[in-house]
């Protein structure tokens, strides 16, 4: 059981963006030739600035669907910011280390909050406001066509936490379930679960979540597939997702490393390795 209570912001550092040239308090430059590795079984996206100037780059997933919701409101958030100069004349790059492992997550606010103000306090986050949280990660399989995976885990909310899960036949192919108990979501949420990633110190932070349904199995169908685009989104912070004008690493095309350029006139090129 991985649970965290403690300051937002400590809790939503960086799955982090390697190769700092300096640390303050945000994430700054990166140098060439260093890479990050944060398992055994990892993904790396390589980003190489052909720009005139410095540039600020995020990462995030693509959003999960939640089957047994009906149009879910679905909650995206950065997953590692850094910025990077010119890589032609500096040789400098920034390495992205992500977990291959997928994490079923619960995060709850301790307090009734409404979407936005949800955001709101994340982005407070980003200069250092304390806001208590608790949050919860657990390692899960996702359901195959064959076989019973432990693709199931129950959710308690007092305090929060994840069972150790364990098969349970009525979750589709290609998802994993939580177990949600009975709890009150109106008139604002309070809870929100989906699917987690984990940073180099095993801060939890939710890459794609919904306010779950009481009383009902939340069904997730995540895909390991992760954008890059400009701009200064704190890592933990929610995002506005578009996928538009952002590179696209797609890791269930079976690479390990992504190579992202960023061309002069604002393109994205990304190219899939070993």
Known sequence: MRVKDRPLFTRMRAIRAIAA??????????????????????????????????QYFYVFQKQAAFPSL????????????????????SGAQINFGLDSQIYAGALSTGQAVTPSE?????????????????TAARAITLTTPSGSPDNCTTLSLDPLGLSVPAYQSKVPVG????????????PVPELYCGVAALNNDQAIILSSYVAPAPNAVLSCIPEQIFFVTTGYQPPGSAVSYDETNAACCDFTTGYATFTVI???NGTFLATGGP
């Open 118 to 134: 949800f955001i709101a306090l994340i982005t407070l986050d980003a200069t250092r406001s304390i806001v208590s949280t608790t």
């Open 21 to 54: 040239a300096h640390r303050g308090g945000e994430q700054a430059g990166s140098q060439p030739g260093v890479s990050h590795v944060m398992t055994s079984s990892s993904y790396q996206i390589i980003v190489r600035n052909l720009s005139q100037t410095t």
């Open 175 to 186: 998802a994993f379930g939580m177990i949600v108990p009975t709890y009150t979501p109106l």
């Open 70 to 89: 009906t149009n879910p409101s679905i909650l995206s958030s950065s997953l590692g910011c850094q910025s990077v100069g010119n890589y032609t004349s």
């Open 262 to 264: 960023y061309n002069a």
